[in-house]
């Protein structure tokens, strides 16, 4: 059974829409285990979530994208996890990203820059979203659309400064199931590989 993590951090509720998704996502894969956590989930007596990471065949980094960057308390969580580096505790494990923000852009390939760089310091193995433009490589018109947003190295969601209960929308959502279905295959493949 592949052990997976999904740590987010979401300042308004849209990262966490896409995280829940996303666990929907890798749930739909038989042998994927799946555990939610919260950046806010980490301090130093937190040993047990350190645990669950380290114990993790895969992470999954969320974070909304503030002013270009993913948001100073992900950013927190990043430099909290240098103790992992230290022990390279998550070496080799299958790393992907995902990230929100309010405009279309909201440069949010710089966040995922920075979970990528981020898991290529701890050795991590990157999952793209693997999924063309518009789902069909043809449509993205319309908030139904899977990968309306056409990224590649990650997922990445929209929300307009709108209340979480109305996006990400639909096609945002569709996408990050997909994208932890592909995560969640992706890591048993190594899981089950490596015993």
């Known amino acids: 059974m592949a052990k997976i993590?999904?740590?987010?951090?979401?300042?308004?509720?849209?990262?966490?829409?896409?995280?829940?998704?996303?666990?929907?996502?890798?749930?739909?894969?038989?042998?994927?285990?799946?555990?939610?956590?919260?950046?806010?989930?980490?301090?130093?007596?937190?040993?047990?979530?350190?645990?669950?990471?380290?114990?993790?065949?895969?992470?999954?980094?969320g974070a909304p994208t503030y002013m270009g960057s993913v948001s100073a308390q992900y950013k927190t969580f990043i430099d909290a996890a240098a103790?992992?580096?230290?022990?390279?505790?998550w070496k080799d494990k299958i790393a992907g990203g995902f990230t929100n923000s309010g405009s279309y852009s909201g440069d949010k390939f710089n966040s995922l820059i920075q979970l990528f760089t981020n898991s290529m310091q701890h050795g991590m193995i990157w999952v793209s979203l693997g999924l063309p433009p518009g789902g069909d490589g043809k449509s993205y018109n319309g908030p139904e659309v899977v990968n309306r947003m056409g990224s590649f190295s990650g997922l990445m969601t929209q929300a307009f400064n709108e209340s979480p209960e109305v996006v990400p929308g639909p096609g945002d959502l569709k996408t990050a199931v997909l994208f932890g279905e592909r995560f969640a295959t992706i890591t048993d493949q190594f899981a089950r590989g490596r015993k």
């Open 5 to 61: 993590a999904v740590v987010y951090h979401s300042g308004f509720g849209h990262t966490k829409k896409a995280a829940e998704a996303i666990i929907k996502g890798i749930q739909n894969i038989k042998g994927a285990e799946a555990t939610l956590l919260s950046v806010e989930q980490f301090g130093e007596k937190d040993e047990a979530n350190w645990a669950i990471l380290n114990e993790a065949d895969g992470i999954l980094f």
């Open 83 to 89: 103790k992992c580096w230290f022990k390279q505790a």
